[in-house]
């Protein structure tokens, strides 16, 4: 056991007037299972990178412990798994390589397969394994859970619960749930760590905003009642100061020293009541630093002429000459929400591209009802690019509701003005999401639309799609997002 500390760690990207971090304190355990969490832009994968020594900062980070960082840079995807691993880690011995496969429940056979022939869950499986073969090293694990299934992530959560010593960046609560002891929590101000899993952190959260929010209300009276009682004693002042040269109704001249020591006494309590006003104001300011919250948002969704949109019939597509997926059967109707589960290669994005229109070869009876708008997401997002503006219009969405839903899912102005193509990938998908929600259409269908977008948004995007009920259609491997939303599940 050792403790890597950090001590008024200051850090700021090149030609970049905002601070990343400020003064940062805290201290780790390296025996610790840590969650990291946090808004998308926040930081958290450039204070892994700092951990790395990759950039210069101000501070301290001191540790008596290697770093490594997982995912791997794999440069020869075409060379078997076994050299895939030997160029990672060239002293590993195979059987302890065979032992964490086994934890995962991958076959020892692909090490003898090409690494690029693998599936995405088993290069990440078979990196993960890489990872933990190092001793003596404290791993930073960056989102392992993009391209896992739901039976692939319980897997690797699963083993991940078995080890110990590593920082874990992941958007899926499920999985950190299940795997970590600590959270280390980017928040707007502060990083902070806590121990328990996501889902104790959450609450703590919660309840901590809900008293500043309490505390902050009863601030903000107490600056009215006070700004409201300086005003009068100033102008009790003034007035008061007015008669010391004046003359009395009844014609007799003024006390001036009493007059005056009057007015110095009312001053005086002006001068506390302002003193105290600005003492609240203070305390005020100080609240609400790591409440994330934003307005209410009106989002409506086009009403269909028929109760059912789409109808599939024992449907089964075909692609490169082979079944992707056989007989498949179910509706979708106004109101509906349905999750399209799956393992991955079962055939969903296939599906959802079947129904937008696509040319997908298939076989079966597959109706869609005529002059159905859709707005599809797509798991794609390379090709934007420009700023948020010239975006919107070209799309012929509303900029002020687009910009509105991007400030809720923690967008600064500041980023409006940026170009998307510089955004992280979390952001580019809040800007696809956006844009959905403000389409004018009869059905929303999302194909994995969380990856890379922080848990507070993944929340906050639940909340918009409980209150507004849009029809959609979506396929995504977190599972809570899916228990939360779905009210239709179609599982293939």
Known sequence: MSLIKVTNLTFAYDNSYDDIFENVSFQIDTDWKLGFTGRNGR????????????????????????????????????????????????DYQQWQLIRELSLLKVSEDILYRPFDSLSYGEQTKVLLAALFLKENSFLLIDEPTNHLDLHARKLVSDYLNTKHGFILVSHDRAFLDNCVDHILSINKTDIEVQKGNFSDWWDNKQRQDNFEQAENEKLRKDIKRLTDAAKRTSNWSDEVE?????????????????????????????????????SAIEDKSKLLKNVESSESLKISQLAYHKNQLV?????????????????????????ERIALLGPNGSGKSSILKLICGEDISFSGTFRKGSQLKISYVSQDTTHLQGNLSDYARSNGIDESLFKAILRKLDFSRVQFDKDIGSFSGGQKKKVLIAKSLCEDVHLHIWDEPLNFIDIISRMQIEELLLEHSPTILFVEHDSQFSKNIATKIVEL
Not at 311 to 335: A, K, P
């Open 43 to 90: 930081g958290k994968t450039t204070f892994l990178n700092l951990l790395l020594g990759k950039y210069e900062y101000s501070g301290t980070i001191s540790a008596n412990v290697d770093f490594e960082y997982f995912p791997f840079q794999v440069d020869h995807k075409e060379y078997n798994t076994m050299d895939v691993v030997h160029d990672i880690y060239p």
């Open 242 to 278: 007015k008669t010391k040269n004046g003359i009395r109704n009844s014609g007799s001249k003024v006390d001036k020293g009493y007059i005056g020591h009057k007015a110095a006494k009312m001053m005086k309590r002006s001068k506390s009541i302002e003193h105290r006003e600005q």
């Open 311 to 335: 109808e599939l019939d024992h449907v089964s597509i075909h692609y490169g000459g082979r079944m992707v997926c056989s007989d498949i059967n179910f509706t979708i109707e106004q109101g």
